[in-house]
């Protein structure tokens, strides 16, 4: 079957829930643009301040008896923003967690000093620890194969801001290769240093292209840079 590409337009701004941008909706997905600092799904202390939360909240247009609903297809850390897909189906759920490893996903992000090289691949074994921190192995029977593209877009005198393609995805991926070169993301209090000058999380999600579960028409969805960013980047350690 031929991809038809089709590039999603966001609806009007009346509409859109707490906390997010809607990027895409029909029947059977929904996209949204998620802001830094919302958690996906609820953690011990956090339970309706999350993208899950507000969404069916969303679709069931307040009605608490409505069997409308959305369905987890991934996840983004809760300091990361950018584009994160919902299911509103069962079977919209299923096609888009098994087709995932086929899909494109982009990234921005701003990380502390200069890259060695204007662009590359880090790849490594990615594993988890007892405290669910993820760490490289060279030991392929410890960790899964994962590997990271960067091209170097902007730098300053002390960071840099990135273009990432991720050819596979791991959990926290991006964060433990950057970590590992010696150029952590700015913000990442888990994977790299304190940073005085660091609101957030350096990175966003900036883009996916992905097949329609019931169309199959490829659609694209993307973010720009967040305006944050330029002063992150010219901020100094």
């Known amino acids: 079957m031929k991809h038809v590409k089709k590039e ?15 990027l895409y909706e029909d029947k059977d997905i ?5 802001t830094n600092g ?9 339970k309706d301040n999350t993208a899950y939360f507000i969404l069916n909240d969303y679709v069931r247009k307040g009605n608490f008896k409505s069997r409308s609903r959305v369905f987890i297809v991934h996840r983004l850390d809760r300091e990361t923003s950018g584009v994160l897909v919902f299911a509103k189906t069962e079977p919209a759920k299923r096609y888009l967690q098994n087709e995932w490893e086929g899909f494109k996903k982009s990234y921005y992000a701003v990380v502390e000093g200069k890259m060695p090289e ?3 691949v880090i ?48 959990k926290h991926q991006i964060r433990v290769h950057l970590s590992d070169i010696g150029c952590p ?10 940073a005085k000058n ?14 329609h579960p019931y169309s199959k028409n490829e659609l694209v969805c993307s973010t720009p840079i967040p305006a944050q960013f330029e002063s992150i980047l010219k901020a100094a350690r």
């Open 8 to 22: 999603l337009k966001r609806p009007p701004k009346k509409h859109q829930p707490k906390g997010m941008t809607i």
């Open 185 to 194: 993301i700015v913000g990442d209090k888990k994977y790299g240093p304190k």
């Open 30 to 34: 929904i996209v949204v643009d998620k």
């Open 198 to 211: 660091a609101p957030r999380l350096a990175l966003h999600a900036a883009s996916m292209s992905i097949l």
């Open 123 to 170: 790849t490594s074994y990615l594993a988890e620890n007892g405290i669910h921190k993820m760490y490289s192995t060279t030991n392929s029977k410890k960790g899964k194969l994962s590997k990271t593209s960067y091209t170097v877009i902007k730098e300053s005198e002390k960071r840099s801001l990135l273009k990432i393609d991720l050819l596979t995805g791991r």
């Open 38 to 46: 919302l958690l996906v799904v609820s953690n011990e202390t956090v």
């Open 118 to 120: 204007k662009e590359g």
